[in-house]
């Protein structure tokens, strides 16, 4: 009884204004810890984690110089006629299996979450599983034989199980060696790399005006560009130091189904500058085409280089990965 007393009074004789004096700024602090713990690299493995030895035996030193001086490197059938056919074959299973998403995903992908004016792709992220396959195929309904399970994992971190089969899983890994064969081979563009479990996978449906805009893949506007709670919340993308891109199309995809990657490299890639204050005009090299081509691996350090991608008339799929660096 004098407890409830003790506690009406207390609750009575605080103000509605020290309520809110206590709430705003907890508030604002809940918000501003949330985007600044948010983020793709919690569980990134060290390189020699994701040591693969198709990566090491691609990667040579020359195209390690390459990407050093010209801030890109574009190595042709990085993979196999027949693991490209695997692996779209994959995607399709995917595609046609019941999953969570069905309602809010077309065929298995979603956009992106970006502004739609910049990019029109649908996108999945593909992950390599931290839990075993013995559990794995305790939880799942169709295991593969080779290769681990997968998880898929929308925009809302809703995360489904779905083994994508193993020649989707061969393009994650090989993707994923690269920066441990970069860095045997001497890369000291930048250090300290840290390479994140999930993949992008991007299709452009060959709707013929599906696209995405000219961008850089590191974020370099500063905190009073962006404010606060915008810049904490792209920590991830400040952190972005090489991009690595397997595309998964035909081997001989004709160029006339377009989805070229057009690529406007700084010309003063050998300084720390990053794109920032540089002038369209003049601080950028002529643009050049890359083509899709299946079995196609672009590399290029994610501070330098200007990208977009052009329409594609046929479905275009890529598989994206970004190493981060600090
Ligand atoms: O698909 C490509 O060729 C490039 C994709 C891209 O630029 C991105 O996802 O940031
Ligand atoms: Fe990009």
Redesign the pocket.
Known sequence: MWFRHQTACIFRSVKPDAVLAFAIPAACMAVLAEAFFRTEYADADATAACEFDASSNLIKPHHVRELETKGIVVIENAVTATTLRGARSNIRDFQKEGSIWTNTRVGGFAPSGNDPDVRQDLIAWVRSSNVSDDEASTRSHHVETQGSLLIVQDKNNRQENSPLGKDLLYSIQILRGIPFALEQCGYSASKNHRVPRQC?L?MYPGNGSAS?ERHL?QCDASVYDLGILEWLRLSDYRERAITT?LYLNEPNRPESHGGA?RCWVARDIDTKRDNKNRNEKDDFRPPFDVK?TGGTMVIFQSGKVD?K?LPSTEERF?L?NWVASS
């Open positions: 992008q991007a995405y893949d891109i990657l899709p990208h991608v890529a994206t």
